[in-house]
């Protein structure tokens, strides 16, 4: 199921956007990078997606920036620049340096310059980043929950559609069994004119000739199936998978009504049913 939410947040500091973006899978696929202050972060925000978002395809997209003048990432440490000044002011005079001098060369000493402690500012900006990527998914959902309502609209009718042709396949069945009685009957009574029957055998013969023609259990197991899709549907949780398995079984129940009934009418609502069931089948690819 498709989806999209966005938020954005700006103070004197920086100014972030959040756009989240999903398409339907058949599992929970995030894919996500995280501003190089926020490195350490990752794991709570797997752990947002995963807790906000049922499966799918997920893309977060952030767009960090500062504003203006902000802290150097390496600073002086004062402690080992005073040392070395020290030592240097003690034998500038034997080595002939002057201050200025002195000074240049404390500066390009090791390790006087040290990774300036970042950890909490990005804390702080933190804070309000993920209140910002929270809103952005919780739109995200929103979105889904929309197009979900119409979807499961489209999917009632789909359904609807298929119990209005079985009942007219139930109707046309009365019909085509009178008609195939008929038929037999009649066949019959040439046959036993010009031949000696065996009597048991008959009686074989027309069982498997009913039981080859006889749609009646497939008619109420597609109305059952088509009943518990329904029961699904109404259901809190998403059923994106069971949907699909319970298609197969309509798809089923469909094809052997086809095979069996013999019958050109009845063909023509097996048809409709099967194109209706396709549409289904598409529709439940974007199920949750």
């Known amino acids: 199921m498709t989806g999209f939410g966005s938020a954005k947040f700006e103070n004197e500091k920086f100014s972030v956007a959040v756009e989240v973006k999903s398409i339907n899978s058949k599992s929970q696929d995030f894919s996500y990078r995280l501003p190089r202050i926020f490195q350490d972060k990752e794991a709570e925000m797997k752990q947002l997606l ?25 600073v002086i440490n004062p402690l080992l620049f005073k040392a070395y000044y020290d030592d240097l002011h003690a034998n500038a005079t034997a080595l002939g340096l002057s201050m200025h001098e002195a000074l240049r060369i404390v500066v390009l000493m090791p390790d006087v310059y040290e990774a300036a402690n970042a950890d909490d500012e990005a804390e702080s ?18 979105y889904r929950l ?40 009649t066949k019959l009574d040439e ?11 008959l ?7 009913i039981e080859k023609l ?7 197991r597609l109305g059952t199936h088509l009943n518990y899709f329904i029961e699904c549907i109404d259901q809190a949780e998403a059923n994106g998978k069971k949907l699909g398995f319970i298609t197969q079984e309509i798809g089923r129940e469909i094809n052997t009504i086809g095979s069996k009934a013999n019958d050109a009418t009845i063909q023509k609502w097996v048809v409709e049913m099967k194109e209706e069931l396709e549409k289904i089948k598409e529709q439940c690819l974007n199920v949750l």
């Open 191 to 201: 046959y036993v004119k010009n031949n000696t029957i065996d009597q048991n055998r």
């Open 203 to 209: 009686e074989q013969e027309m069982i498997y000739y």
């Open 50 to 74: 995963s807790a906000m978002l049922d499966r799918g395809k997920v893309s977060v997209n952030i767009d960090y920036s500062l504003k203006g003048i902000q802290k150097p990432k390496n």
């Open 214 to 220: 006889d749609i009646e259990e497939e008619k109420i």
């Open 146 to 185: 929309a197009e979900g309502k119409s979807l499961e609209e489209m999917l009632r009718k789909y359904v609807h559609n298929i119990l209005t042709n079985l009942d007219k396949v139930s109707m046309q069945d009365a019909e085509r069994v009178k008609k195939v009685k008929d038929k037999f009957m």
């Open 125 to 142: 900006y933190w804070v309000p980043v993920f209140e910002c990527i929270k809103k952005a998914v919780a739109g995200c959902n929103e």
